[in-house]
């Protein structure tokens, strides 16, 4: 795979500490599916191109039943892809390489990255940020920053190699390549309990925006 082909990249190597519910925030139960069972499948449902999902002490397994419009993707991109990320405790500089190495090999020349914690994040952002010509673009609800980050292949060699900043830095170290592209949903991410049952209220609304 070569040209203009953009890897969606999918981080779920976290450890989740803060969450304290039953089990690991990315296995809690969102709208009757885990947590990372959304995230995923937008990505996937996306169809921006090969989703490749990073993980680190928590297997998250990928066979889960998705949607019509993800399993059209799937015929044309294939299925996702499974990274375990062997230094995911070194924090989410080291998550993000590990996907970076991964779309250099199919030789890709962009990344649109999001978090597997993250399901209220709909198909369509990660669809308006990937189609961004700018180096570096970041998705924005109510005018605040969020994910997807689209990190074109020019910037790969500035990202931090250590640490749990992974593009925030980059975004603000090289602010005048940014693009800020306005999206829908919401880029809640799932820390606690009442981040989990706001998100199960928000999941159903932002997937009908467009």
Not at 116 to 129: G, I, K, L, M, N
Request: hydrophobic share 40%; with cysteine.
């Amino acid at each position: 795979m070569t040209g203009s082909l953009t890897v969606a990249v999918v981080l779920a190597a976290g450890s989740g500490t803060r969450f304290v519910g039953s089990t690991h925030k990315l296995l809690s139960v969102a709208q009757g599916r885990p947590v990372y069972h959304w995230a995923i499948e937008s990505a996937i449902e996306a169809s921006i191109g090969p989703v490749v999902v990073v993980t680190g002490k928590t297997p998250l397994p990928l066979d889960f039943a998705l949607s019509d419009e993800a399993q059209a993707s799937i015929t044309k991109w294939g299925l996702p892809h499974s990274i375990n990320n062997p230094n995911w405790s070194t924090g989410m500089a080291s998550s993000v390489h590990c996907a970076i190495e991964f779309a250099a090999s199919l030789g890709a020349q962009a990344v649109v990255i999001g978090l597997a914690d993250q399901p209220c994040v709909p198909p369509s952002a990660w669809q308006r940020v990937a189609s961004s010509t700018s180096p570096l673009a970041v998705a924005t609800y109510d005018t605040k920053r969020g994910n997807p980050v689209k990190l074109h292949a020019e910037m790969w060699s500035h990202l931090p190699t250590t640490g749990d900043e992974g593009a925030r830095n980059l975004l603000r170290s090289h602010h005048q390549l940014v693009s800020e592209v306005s999206c829908t949903g919401s880029a809640i991410d799932i820390d606690t309990i009442e981040d989990l049952e706001q998100a199960s209220k928000l999941i159903v609304e932002s997937r009908r925006s467009v």
